[in-house]
């Protein structure tokens, strides 16, 4: 009896955390927000639409090669029974991933522009990856095209305008009435906002970085937050198919 009590305390404190951080992540857009977005639209619309096709088209494949690439292995599903021991060894995957980002910040950053271009896609592939372990810790085929799109959206939640991410949540919370109507191919996914969003996003962060003698101490912290803060994520919207029947 009191391992019950145990799981029904651990799931009634996910619980609450996932209701408080709902309640945070759902809000309008302030006026910092959509003056940052206003200023970043209008830097975009400065760049020849020829230089958005081929950052689109990197992005999509980079993401697409993450995501759908043969040669990335895909790890099976976690057999457990209770939500405490699924969410123990998420936590561990997010402290091994923090620690590989913010070391591969480090060395990027220390690196000067060069080296620090080169950090975009290599902290792209790690967030990437722990998005597929956490998936998979919490019991989910990652091997399925719907419970891979899910990452995205999970990553487009967490690297977007406040906006942006109000639109993703409610899509995320009518998960399973959305994957009735998913598209035929992943490439109708819509690639171009994804990248501005992702990219708009990183600007301020990641720019410091590039700058010889401090980007090693910017870049390691700083790929150490981020990678916190979509793990953290993506543990409240896995909670969210958790408890989908009390939300």
């Known amino acids: 009896m009191p391992q019950f ?17 709902l309640t945070k992540t759902r809000k309008r ?3 910092v927000d959509r003056l940052t977005k206003s200023t970043q639209e209008g830097i975009n619309s400065l760049i020849p639409e020829k230089v958005h096709q081929v950052i689109t088209y990197a992005i999509e494949k980079m993401v697409k090669g993450v995501l759908f690439g043969t040669k990335y292995i895909t790890p099976s599903p976690f057999l457990a029974s209770t939500l405490e021991e699924k969410e123990n060894k998420v936590k561990k995957i997010i402290k091994l991933y923090q620690n590989t980002a913010s070391a591969e910040g480090a060395i990027t950053g220390a690196g000067g522009i060069l080296l620090g271009l080169a950090d975009f896609p290599a902290f792209l592939t790690i967030k990437m990856k722990m998005l ?11 091997k ?6 899910y990452l995205l959206y999970i990553f487009k939640l967490t690297f977007s305008s406040q906006g942006k991410r109000n639109q993703t949540l409610a899509l995320l919370e009518n998960w399973d009435e959305y994957i009735t109507k998913l598209p035929a ?11 501005l969003e992702y990219r708009d996003y990183l600007d301020l962060v990641k720019l410091a970085q590039l700058i010889p003698i401090i980007g090693a101490g910017v870049g390691a912290i700083a790929n150490y937050k981020l990678a916190n803060k979509l793990g953290q994520n993506a543990i409240q919207c896995y909670r969210l198919r958790h408890f989908d029947w009390q939300i």
Not at 186 to 191: G, I, L
Request: glycine share 4%; no cysteine.
């Open 5 to 21: 009590l145990s799981i029904a305390l651990y799931d009634d404190i996910a619980s609450a955390e996932l209701n408080a951080w």
């Open 29 to 31: 857009p302030g006026f």
């Open 132 to 142: 597929f372990e956490i998936a998979a810790a919490y019991g989910y085929d990652v």
């Open 144 to 149: 399925k095209f719907e419970e891979r799109l």
């Open 185 to 195: 191919d992943v490439s109708d996914f819509d690639w171009r906002d994804f990248q």
